[in-house]
């Protein structure tokens, strides 16, 4: 249930903080009108992709495995593109961690029902949805603290090109949510052990 759970949450936080950086990285980055709305779309088209891709691996390969790589496609993407120095690098980053979204999404109500009896897997299932929500929450309470952050000094990136501003720290720090499930269970894997959803 943990990766689960913690996979649904990191999707939505991934799929919502575009909305709410995109005031603060418009002077950075120079966005238009329709800049932002091609930001906004384009982890949809990821997860298009996505979805068709790692579908296929989760049959083909086995859903944990698909849903922790997923997960490291999502998470790199999403740490990455705090980092990009302009417009299309950060939208081809952001489709990137929409093909992490679009794997993992699916994957983890078909993964996650597996484990559950035929009695209880629609009330599993419902209560495992809440947490596409507790993302949304989260997002929204992590850019009322974080963007723009009242006092905060931007520095400079690779060699002045990058003006690290609080949005991108917003973007890095939930980016990161979906790190330590996929780690825990490499490491997991890599001793032998066998993460079931509770």
């Known amino acids: 249930m943990s990766l689960c759970a913690w996979a649904c949450t990191s999707d939505a936080v991934e799929i919502v903080c575009v909305s709410f950086i995109l005031p603060a990285a418009e002077c ?9 709305g091609a930001l906004n779309a384009v982890i949809f ?3 298009l992709v996505g979805g068709l ?20 496609v999502n998470a790199t993407g999403g740490l990455a593109s705090c980092l990009a120095p ?5 939208l081809a980053l952001r489709f990137l961690s929409g093909l992490g979204v679009g794997g993992s999404y699916p994957v983890i109500f078909s993964y996650y029902s597996e484990w559950q009896s035929r009695r209880r897997r629609g009330a599993a299932v419902a209560a495992l949805s809440c947490c596409w929500m507790l993302g949304g929450l989260i997002t929204a309470a992590g850019a009322w603290l974080v963007v723009p952050r009242p006092g905060w000094t931007p520095f400079n ?7 690290f501003h609080s949005w991108r720290l917003f973007v ?3 980016a990161a949510l979906t790190k330590p499930p996929a780690l825990m269970n490499r490491v997991a894997a890599g001793n032998g052990i066998q993460e079931v959803p509770v």
């Open 28 to 36: 950075d980055l120079g966005l238009t009108s329709f800049d932002k």
């Open 45 to 47: 088209a990821g997860m």
């Open 53 to 72: 891709l790692w579908g296929a691996a989760g049959d083909a390969v086995g859903r944990r495995a698909t849903l922790i790589w997923s997960l490291t």
């Open 86 to 90: 302009n417009f299309w690098t950060f």
């Open 157 to 163: 990136l690779f060699g002045g090109s990058v003006p």
């Open 172 to 174: 890095a720090l939930w």
